[in-house]
T-cell receptor, first 115, second 111 residues
C-alpha cells in the first residue's frame, strides 16, 4: 500500500546531541510536512516543502532544520535538542495545497525522548 | 486568522451510545473542513472531510455536515464501539499549506 513511513518509531537522544528523524513516502506527492505534537496538544506545523521549495513557519525555532534530497524522502534535523523538544514528530504529505480539500496523509510518527 | 474551536474532553461513553463532538470555526473565504482521528501511539488518519457548504462527509459510521450559517462541522456517530476510543481533531484548510487544528477531544468507549 502507498503510505508515509517514519523511522524510527521511537528515538532517544541526549540533551544537546544532534538527532535526525526520517520520513519517506510512496505516494509521489509534491508536498511534505513536519509537525511537532506535544502530549495532549494539537499538531503544530514546523515547515513544509513543495517539491524542493522550503517553507518555514515563522515561529519554528532555528534549532529545527529540514532536508528533502528527493521526492520520496524528507529529514528533520534537531541541532541541539533540549528537554522541551521531547514530543511526537509527525510527517505528512499532500499532492498539492490544501485549499480545495486536498487530503494530508500522515505517518505514524516518531516519538523523541531527550535525556 | 483561521481557527477551530472544539468541544473539550475527555468524553467517556458506553458502547452503543450516541457520540457528538462539537466543532466551530472562524475563517476567511471558504475553507475545507476535516475530522482526523488519532489512535493511541499512532499518527493522524483522515476520518472524513467536506469541501463546501451543506456537504456531508461520512466514514465508518461517522458523519459531519458543513454548516456555513453556523460555521460548524459537528461529528456524530449513532452507536460507538470500544474501537472508536481515540483522540478526534477537527481541522480546516484554506488556500495554503496549513491545517488549523482544534485542540482535540479524547473519547473513551467502555464495554
Amino acid at each position: 500500500d502507498a503510505m508515509v513511513i517514519q523511522n524510527p518509531r521511537y528515538q532517544v537522544t541526549q540533551f544537546g546531541k544532534p538527532v535526525t528523524l526520517s520520513c519517506s513516502q510512496t505516494l509521489n506527492h509534491n508536498v511534505m510536512y513536519w509537525y511537532q505534537q506535544k502530549s495532549s496538544q494539537a499538531p503544530k506545523l514546523l515547515f513544509h516543502y513543495y517539491d524542493k521549495d522550503f517553507n518555514n513557519e515563522a515561529d519554528t525555532p532555528d534549532n529545527f532544520q529540514s532536508r528533502r534530497p528527493n521526492t520520496s524522502f524528507c529529514f528533520l534535523d534537531i541541532r541541539s535538542p533540549g528537554l522541551g523538544d521531547a514530543a511526537m514528530y509527525l510527517c505528512a504529505t499532500s499532492q498539492d495545497d490544501l485549499g480545495a480539500g486536498e487530503t494530508q496523509y500522515f505517518g505514524p510518527g516518531t516519538r523523541l525522548l531527550v535525556l | 486568522g483561521d481557527s477551530v474551536t472544539q468541544m473539550e474532553g475527555p468524553v467517556t461513553l458506553s458502547e452503543e451510545a450516541f457520540l457528538t463532538i462539537n466543532c466551530t470555526y472562524t475563517a476567511t473565504g471558504y475553507p475545507s473542513l476535516f475530522w482526523y482521528v488519532q489512535y493511541p501511539g499512532e499518527g493522524l488518519q483522515l476520518l472524513l472531510k467536506a469541501t463546501k457548504a451543506d456537504d456531508k462527509g461520512s466514514n465508518k459510521g461517522f458523519e459531519a455536515t458543513y454548516r456555513k450559517e453556523t460555521t460548524s462541522f459537528h461529528l456524530e456517530k449513532g452507536s460507538v464501539q470500544v474501537s472508536d476510543s481515540a483522540v478526534y481533531f477537527c481541522a480546516l484548510s484554506s488556500n495554503d499549506y496549513k491545517l488549523s487544528f482544534g485542540a482535540g477531544t479524547t473519547v473513551t468507549v467502555r464495554a
